[in-house]
């Protein structure tokens, strides 16, 4: 009987001295003091350790901060890994690894631990701030329906974000998403007027919209030399003046911020359906065009 006495204090005066470590720990990391405290939390893990309790050990994660801060970086992942096992994993575990990961330009890892941290914490502190982050992943690595699922839960303000929404006219770009990619044009071009990636999309969105039907309703009127016929093609060709001159007016921008010879093609082909040959002539030669 005695003896179980003796164990049931001994066992509550190792729980209050690891309660009285982690205490000091924590207060020289407020300090400053990481090596310090880094030593204090290892003497607890040890202790979780011997008692084979390590998936117990509350302190993991703090550790494993404490470690990232000496520049122990290895170490910092090996307890943050821990802490990930255990019971006592929190917002911080996750937004280190993704910091580590991050700065060791493993996207993929910081990727993994950004999305556990959204999972497990929803309205975490630092939801907002992790999403537009893993925004920028899922654009920069293809994730493309991931990113427009993602798109939809951002903020108002992260939506206007001009990064942002060069991130989303990308993703709708390769969905050949065009009416998305017209309104991210047009409101990138709201904060950045010489933004020359909405500035190419527009140029070249307004110019083979005007092309397109240019051909088309060409096709059809030679096929049919009708008076009918003929007045629908004069109709038709006011849209396509009506859409080159849109193109001209984009892609004369750009020519000034980026003088390409790619863009003076462009240029060039607006002209030369405008039916101004001599500007038509001026910016073939500039794109370097044999044809």
């Not at 204090?40 to 011997?50: F, P, R, T, V």
């Not at 096992?85 to 996207?107: P, Q, V």
């Not at 990619?181 to 047009?186: N, T």
Request: with cysteine; glycine share 4%; hydrophobic share 35%.
């Amino acid at each position: 009987m005695l003896t179980g006495i003796t164990l049931v204090f001994s066992s509550c005066d190792s729980t209050k001295q690891l309660a009285k470590t982690a205490q000091s720990a924590q207060q020289a990391f407020d300090r400053g003091e990481y090596a310090k405290a880094l030593g204090m939390w290892e003497e607890i893990i040890n202790s979780y350790k011997q008692k084979d309790a390590v998936n117990q050990c509350p302190v993991y994660t703090n550790a494993g901060i404490a470690a990232y801060r000496l520049g122990q970086t290895d170490k910092a992942v090996d307890y943050l890994k821990q802490a990930d096992w255990s019971d006592f994993n929190n917002e911080k575990t996750y937004l280190t690894l993704a910091e580590i990961y991050r700065k060791k330009d493993n996207l993929s890892l910081e990727l993994v631990n950004l999305e556990t941290y959204l999972n497990k914490f929803p309205q975490g502190s630092q939801t907002a701030e992790v999403k537009k982050r893993l925004f920028e992943l899922y654009v920069d690595s293809d994730n493309l329906d991931k990113a427009v699922h993602l798109w939809d839960t951002l903020s108002a303000d992260q939506q206007s974000d001009l990064s942002v929404l060069e991130g989303f006219l990308k993703v709708n770009k390769k969905l050949k998403n065009d009416d998305k990619c017209l309104e991210l044009s047009l409101k990138i071009l709201e904060t950045d007027k010489n933004n020359t990636e909405a500035l190419k999309w527009l140029a070249n969105y307004y110019f083979w919209k005007g092309e397109k039907l240019y051909q088309k309703e060409m096709k059809a009127y030679n096929a049919h030399k009708t008076r009918k016929q003929y007045a629908h093609l004069l109709k038709a060709l006011d849209v396509v003046t009506a859409d080159m001159k849109q193109s001209l007016k984009y892609a004369g921008r750009l020519y000034k911020i980026e003088p390409t010879a790619k863009t003076a093609g462009l240029l060039s082909k607006c002209y030369t359906r405008l039916d101004d040959k001599k500007k038509a002539a001026r910016y073939k030669k500039l794109s370097n065009d044999k044809d």
